[in-house]
């Protein structure tokens, strides 16, 4: 009794608040005007975007700080953006690197930090002390035999040059041992893709064997660090269009041999935040009109319908206000409360129209009908408040911070919404009142529909058989769900920072997800790295230490050789070099073509006897191409060939005039941009980690950590990121559905006062659980770190089907009527349409995270749907008595 009283006392509340509101119509309508500009305001200027993923779990977690103690002491280790540039030749590719260092350098408005270690001095002086010792030596044996040929070519860097020494190497046999047979190949390359008009690079690096590194593929990076503006919705903007403005100035695209990609943390991070914003804004828009559209089939009344949207608009402003104040910004997954407050908060309004329909088909006065209507369903929804916000609130305590900000947000938005369809919904139904006899709500009669009602009552058995096999075959899919814990899956795969992400890490020569451990001195750095490398899943452990070259004593007599006898060759003029245009650079050319016939006979047995057949039929094809034009175009034609033969030469014989002047390295000589990443300011030494495997799966990545940690606990990075963050989120999902359930049960308990109530209500909940479980595995959508909401929710949502429906089951049992026919479980039905088509339009976003949320919340709220609606009343007729009779 006291139960009935207290909710007989706030009906009689709602009903008397709802009168006032009615007597004030325009009053309130232009508060909550006033309120809206105030908040806009308000939101506008206070609600920022975080698009951090490493800010979705808490940072009290041990492997945060351990993380935050590395990133506090090297902050230079991730700078945030990297491009990669891959150039048809390494040439090339070491061409376009510098000019984008040197640009994009210059632009520091944008840009804090650009770094290239090939372009640093240093690097460029001493390259080839990282060379092993034998590979050194074979490169400056090959250097020795191609000492005369570079000569030439830099006391005459023209096609006359070029030729000429061709000539004069297949003509004269005392050329020498340097094989001319590569040489003669590439050359006739050159000149077909001349004649024909064809981009076309020669790459002397790769020719000659004069790379300075040990990786001499035309790929390099550059890191940049950008200087990111928070007042904008995507702080990496301005830098990014940057980047793209440059790389297009510059003509770094594939007609001139070259392909930039963007990647690093902060790129990827900004992609992820456009995908997500566009995708949250396309299916928002779109769960709008679809609301509009369900709202017109429940109501009847376009006047109605433009009531509940205002309201609900206004209610998701108060509620961006309130993110606003209390936490102040948004996240990756929290950016989606929009939706999910479009397809949770309808229900309210749609709640209170369709009992205030109900009420006018029974014969009650418009008047008084809205203020019977909220004291009617008024407790109802603030219990579906209540139990919806606690599916959200159960995340609160836990420590995956990215979906405890998000149940913060939502949950409070279910009490706005609460409020506003009991204040301002009233208001503008009473200024702009729905024809009653349009709107009045009417039974379904006696036909399909009507005979389709009966099933819960006349096939309860049938039901609940059906019901029991979904149940036993859940039960079996259920041990088959998983958890991915891989954030980069959450990412656009066809975005450039992702697919090249991937890319670098099926490169197991880069070090893309590696781990680092932090040691108190050179020594212990030292140790630490001889432990790691001595275990089976580690490629190598790289200190400071390791970046002053070894053996330099032997080294230096190499290279001290070789400026004997290449220095004189090459210290041809002053300055770097430039290529020359000469007047008889064709006569060069065709003169060559003359000698080649001969040769070719002469040799045919030898191994550049091919090559040279190759050059004389490409020379006939340069011929062919000048006899048809003019003087600009023989001028464009051999600018052509210039270009694709030479180009790369003087880079060539300028970086082998630099890499000759190396000397004794310590390291104090070590670049400080390079030294800051590898010891701190205090004297901390940093080792880092390379993984033999290649890790693009989860287990590879489990193997490698737990290798790892067991020389090092402290070891942090990606792959420890990784992996501990899906152990938490998978912590924190079972902590949130318990809280709820636990806390959702207790006011079943408390609202119904009967265990068997609340079991009745529960039942038809697991059961959409394990139907979601199931569904999910059939899908392949795992959970991850956007998803895993989505069953707290369901069950959330879930309670407030079944309490609407069990509290109205209750009445519509002792007179009698199927509860199937009243406005109840059409306020049920379509409530959860609206909730599932705008969850669904999720499933328009290019984002995967919220993609799979769409598709889990879809899944979910359909079974939910379907239990509420066919095996609930069964087990309330059950309870109650068979309820069939007219509505």
């Known amino acids: 009794m006291q139960n009935l009283k207290a909710e007989s006392t706030l009906a009689r509340a709602l009903r008397g608040w709802v009168e006032r509101v009615q007597a004030h119509p325009r009053q309130v309508a232009g508060l909550a005007l006033l309120l809206a500009g105030l908040v806009g305001w308000y939101t506008l200027g206070h609600l920022s975007v975080d698009t951090d993923p490493e800010n979705m779990l808490s940072p009290k977690l ?44 210059t ?94 690079a020669l790459s002397w690096q790769a020719l000659m064997g004069t790379g300075v590194s040990q990786d001499d593929a035309g790929r390099r990076f550059i890191e940049v660090k950008p200087r990111l503006d928070y007042e904008r919705l995507f702080p990496a903007q301005a830098a990014v269009d940057a980047i793209r403005a ?38 928002f828009a779109l769960g709008l009109l679809i609301v509009v559209g369900l709202l017109y089939l429940a109501l009847r009344s376009w006047r109605l319908v433009a009531a509940a949207v205002i309201t609900l608009l206004f209610g998701l402003l108060l509620t961006a206000g309130f993110a606003a104040l209390a936490v102040g910004h948004l996240n990756l997954i929290s950016i989606a409360f929009s939706v999910l407050y479009v397809g949770l908060g309808i229900d309210y309004a749609l709640y209170l129209c369709m009992q205030y329909r109900e009420l006018l088909g029974g014969g009650l006065a418009q008047r008084e009908a809205l203020p019977r209507a909220a004291g009617d369903v008024g407790s109802f929804m603030l219990v579906c408040a209540a139990t919806t916000s606690i599916g959200f609130f159960a995340f609160i305590p836990t420590p995956f911070t990215g979906i405890a900000e998000l149940g913060i947000i939502s949950g409070a938005g279910m009490f706005i919404s609460l409020a506003v369809s009991l204040s301002l919904l009233p208001a503008l139904i009473s200024l702009f009142p729905p024809d009653p006899a349009r709107v009045k709500l009417r039974p379904p009669g006696s036909g399909l529909l009507g005979r389709v009602l009966e099933w819960p009552y006349t096939r309860a058995r049938t039901i609940w058989t059906v019901a029991a096999l979904l149940a036993a075959g859940s039960l079996l899919l259920l041990p088959k769900a998983r958890f991915d814990y891989d954030p980069i899956d ?25 781990l680092s451990v932090l040691t108190d001195s050179a020594e212990q750095a030292r ?15 790289i200190t400071l230490l390791d970046l002053v070259p070894a053996d330099q004593d032997a080294k230096l007599a190499i290279i001290a050789d070789l400026n004997l006898t290449l220095g004189p060759a090459l210290s041809a003029g002053s300055g770097p070099l430039q290529l020359a245009s000469r007047t ?20 045919a047995d030898r191994p550049e006897a091919k090559a040279a057949q190759a050059l004389q039929s490409a020379i006939q094809q340069l011929d062919a191409a000048w006899e048809k034009g003019d003087g ?115 006011l079943l308990l408390v609202m119904l006062r009967s265990v068997a109530d609340t079991l009745l209500v529960l039942i038809p909940l697991a059961l959409a659980g394990m139907l979601t479980v199931a569904g999910a595995v059939l899908l392949d959508v795992p959970f991850n770190f956007a998803n895993v909401i989505a069953l707290p929710l369901i069950l959330g949502v879930g309670v407030d089907y079944g309490v609407y429906l069990a509290q109205r089951g209750r009445v519509t049992a002792s007179a009698h009527v199927n509860l199937l026919q009243t406005g109840t479980a059409r306020a049920v039905l379509f409530g959860a349409l609206i909730t599932t088509a705008n969850f669904g339009n999720l499933m328009l976003a290019r984002h995967p995270g919220i993609v799979s949320m769409g598709v889990l919340l879809t899944v979910g709220l359909s079974m939910t749907l379907v239990c509420a609606l066919v095996l609930l009343p069964s087990l309330l007729a059950r309870r109650y008595g068979a309820s069939s009779g007219k509505g």
């Open 632 to 746: 600009a175009a023989h001028e464009q034609l051999l600018g052509r060939l210039r270009y694709g033969l030479l180009s790369a030469m003087p880079q060539q014989i300028d970086s082998l005039r630099d890499a000759l002047q190396a000397g004794p390295v310590t390291e104090k000589d070590l670049p400080a941009q390079l030294a800051r990443r590898w010891k701190s300011a205090d004297g901390h030494y940093r080792v880092e980690i390379w993984p033999k495997e290649v890790m693009d799966n989860p287990a590879a990545m489990e193997r490698f950590v737990a290798q790892v940690r067991s020389v090092a606990p402290d070891a942090s990075g990606g792959a420890i990121g990784f992996i501990e963050s899906g152990h938490a989120v998978t912590t924190a999902f079972k902590q949130a559905f318990l809280y709820s359930f636990v806390a959702i049960t207790v």
């Open 107 to 200: 632009q520091t408005d944008h840009f804090a930090e650009v770094y290239a270690a090939e372009t640093d001095p240093y690097f460029r002086r001493n390259g080839l002390l990282y060379l092993d010792t034998p590979a050194l030596q074979k490169m400056a044996d090959g250097l020795d035999q191609a000492q005369p040929f570079l000569g030439a070519l830099a006391h005459d860097p023209s096609l006359h040059g070029l030729f000429t020494l061709l000539d004069r190497a297949l003509t004269n046999p005392e050329s020498g041992d340097f094989d001319f047979a590569p040489a003669l190949g590439k050359v006739a390359e050159g000149v077909e893709a001349a004649a024909a008009g064809r981009y076309y």
């Open 527 to 541: 140790t630490v790295s001889r432990n790691l490398s001595e275990l089976s899943l580690v490629k190598q452990a």
């Open 490 to 514: 959450l990412r656009d795969p066809a975005s450039e920072s992702v697919s090249t992400f991937r890319d670098l890490l099926h490169d197991p020569s880069i070090p893309t997800l590696t």
């Open 62 to 105: 041990g492997w945060r700080q351990a993380e935050q103690r590395m990133d506090r002491l090297f902050p230079e280790q991730d700078v945030g953006m990297v491009l990669v540039v891959d150039g048809a030749t390494p040439e090339v590719a070491n061409d376009a690197e510098q000019r984008l260092v040197k640009s994009l350098g």
């Open 246 to 283: 440059t790389i297009g100035g510059l003509e770094l695209d594939a007609a001139h041999g070259v392909k930039v990609r963007l990647t690093g943390s902060i790129a990827m991070e900004h992609e992820e935040l456009r995908v997500a914003f566009s995708g949250g804004l396309k299916a």
């Open 584 to 603: 008889d650079d064709y006569a060069a050319i065709h003169e060559l073509g003359g000698v080649l016939p001969a040769y070719t006979e002469q040799h």
